[in-house]
């Protein structure tokens, strides 16, 4: 499966964005739908992830509350909705899919075998 971010920008701090990231091929439904993002200087780190089938979605502790990954209708889009930015959000953002994963392994990179190229995100005090 092929994927395209998009949905970057600048923004301030307390503003929301939010990322897409689409399938340019089928649809995702057979696949956890992960969120990651990596800073200057450092390593890439989870954000979300959602898992078509049962719906189960898991947050990094840091955006608990203030990110929230949803579908889309056509069942190959799926959305990081991003509120109450912070600075410490700013990093590029990769969207990823893979099979099979289970909720103790969401976090983890390694388990997502396509990814897109990433959408930045700039967020300023």
């Known amino acids: 499966v092929q994927l395209q971010a998009s949905g970057g920008g600048l923004v301030q701090a307390g503003d929301s964005l939010r990322l897409s990231c689409a399938a340019s091929?089928?649809?995702?439904?057979?696949?956890?739908m992960g969120w990651f993002r990596q800073a200057p200087g450092k390593e890439r780190e989870f954000v979300a992830a959602?898992?078509?089938?049962?719906?189960?979605?898991r947050y990094q502790d840091s955006v608990k509350g203030r990110f929230t990954v949803s579908r889309g209708n056509a069942n190959n889009i799926v959305y990081l909705q991003m509120n109450r930015l912070k600075p410490e959000d700013t990093a590029v953002y990769y969207c990823?899919?893979?099979?099979?994963?289970?909720?103790?392994?969401?976090?983890?990179?390694?388990?997502?075998?396509?990814w897109g190229q990433g959408t930045q995100v700039t967020v300023s005090s």
């Open positions: 990823a899919a893979g099979a099979g994963i289970i909720y103790s392994s969401m976090a983890t990179s390694a388990m997502y075998n396509y």
């Open positions: 091929v089928g649809t995702l439904t057979r696949y956890t």
């Open positions: 959602h898992k078509w089938s049962g719906a189960t979605t």
